[in-house]
């Protein structure tokens, strides 16, 4: 039923962006007076068509659903009828070309936009950015955060959530150290100065914030459920406990626990926990796992946030129709940006080509969003639709990129690009697009074994 539902998610999140972006080539093809033959969302043998309007385009539902197409008319796809001669896409100037092919990506683009104005007018769930005391040796420990503070900006640039200082450090990737601006609970302001010149690429796929030392305050977290025969079941912990130190030091969250946990396969460690108000201490061996080529240790706990903890930093993040639109192109501009330097980083070997994620990621993560709820849903769709988005206008043959580069020679030189030189490109582009699509299912796969 889970794999299901997934793909139930996946087949929406395919059909939303592959629409929109097919109408963004469709609405400008018939601005700029192009007749349009067939709208189709999928390729291979048509499913299900009708037609419609004056010039009595096709709308086509298709096999293999992944990606569509707008069939222009167009002398080099056929025989074209001379009445339609002049309504032909390649002989529309270059200028026209450029739109219409440009179109798709930015109607992803545009899309993204709406659904992120969408949540923000509705309102996005947050944490407060309170800190809680980090472990010593980490950078947070290093440059003075000892707890308590609540950061209000990064590197000059204010903040509002715990959500938003974990996006700037993203954006900080490459950057020698990042300047957290924070509010102790006297009232008062310090900046910690934080370097992030010790974190490897690992530590910036995983959890760059948690690997400097700076986490959020969510108080003991509670344990939900003890997994039957495992070490934390057989130690005696029990639905209901809060888990207050590991190894004598203060549990903050969830993730604390699972940290110190996770490092400690097949050795003792300390849990003092708290049960029906008196603290007890117990010892139990974590056992020792393979995790992505990893030894790590597992305890069998599930844990949750105590929402008793948690409210005092819950908040809720939500603007006006107009700072919502502003809002989500911001967030849109930062993400597209993002999506590029990180694209850059893989190039040269500064990121991992384990960033490349391909249908069957996207398919769990759809499942997972959608299950979560709408507004965790909508953010998803708005990132894979900035990414496809984004994608599509690089300058590989193939893709949109491809066609406006030559468009963009052409418009230089005065005359289209030869024959020869589309071919070749052509097949530079499946090359490219057959090993990023490889990479994709390889990175899948191992992500799933």
């Not at 086509?60 to 001669?85: F, Q």
Request: proline residues 5%; glycine residues 10%.
């Amino acid at each position: 039923m889970d794999i299901l539902w997934k793909i139930g998610s996946f087949a929406v999140v395919l059909g939303v962006l592959v629409t929109f972006h097919e109408l963004g080539h469709y609405v400008v093809a018939r601005l700029a007076g192009v007749k349009v033959l067939r709208f189709s969302v999928g390729f291979g043998r048509v499913l299900w068509s009708r037609t419609f309007g004056r010039d009595r385009t096709e709308w086509a539902v298709s096999a293999i659903p992944l990606g569509g197409y707008v069939k222009m008319v167009d002398e080099r796809e056929g025989t074209v009828a001379a009445r339609d001669l002049p309504r032909a896409f390649n002989r529309q100037p270059v200028w026209k070309r450029i739109a219409i092919v440009a179109a798709g990506p930015l109607a992803n683009l545009l899309l993204a936009v709406l659904l992120f104005a969408a949540a923000f007018m509705a309102g996005v769930p947050a944490q407060k950015a309170v800190l809680a005391p980090p472990l010593a040796g980490t950078a947070a420990y290093a440059a003075g955060v000892r707890g308590g503070e609540r950061v209000t900006a990064v590197d000059g640039a204010a903040i509002r959530s715990w959500q938003e200082l974990r996006w700037q450090l993203a954006k900080a990737q490459g950057d020698a150290t990042v300047v957290l601006t924070a509010a102790r609970e006297d009232g008062s302001t310090v900046e910690r100065r934080v370097a992030l010149d010790a974190l490897g690429p690992d530590a910036w796929e995983a959890d760059p914030a948690g690997a400097l030392g700076l986490r959020i305050d969510l108080g003991p977290p509670r344990v939900a459920e003890t997994v039957a025969g495992l070490p934390a079941a057989r130690a005696g912990l029990a639905a209901g406990d809060h888990i207050v130190a590991i190894e004598g030091a203060p549990v903050h969250s969830p993730g604390d626990a699972a940290q110190v946990t996770a490092a400690h396969p097949g050795a003792a460690i300390s849990i003092e926990y708290e049960r029906d108000g008196r603290h007890q201490t117990v010892s139990l061996v974590p056992d020792a796992t393979e995790h992505d080529g990893k030894r790590i240790g597992v305890a069998g706990l599930k844990l949750a946030v105590d929402p008793a903890y948690a409210a005092p930093l819950a908040l809720t993040v939500r603007y006006g129709p107009l700072a919502a639109l502003a809002e989500g192109a911001r967030r849109t501009g930062e993400l597209s940006v993002f999506t590029l330097k990180m694209l850059g980083r893989m190039l040269v070997g500064q990121a991992s080509l384990k960033n490349i994620s391909g249908p069957l990621t996207m398919a769990d993560y759809a499942g997972q969003s959608a299950k979560a709820g709408a507004l965790p849903f909508v953010s998803f769709l708005a990132l894979i639709s900035i990414s496809l988005g984004v994608l599509n206008l690089l300058p590989v043959p193939l893709l949109d990129g491809g066609h406006l580069l030559y468009y963009f020679v052409e418009f230089i030189k005065g005359s289209p690009v030869s024959d020869r030189t589309f071919e070749v490109g052509q097949r530079i582009g499946m090359a490219v697009l057959a090993v990023l699509m490889t990479l994709a299912l390889f990175n899948d796969v191992s992500r799933l074994f």
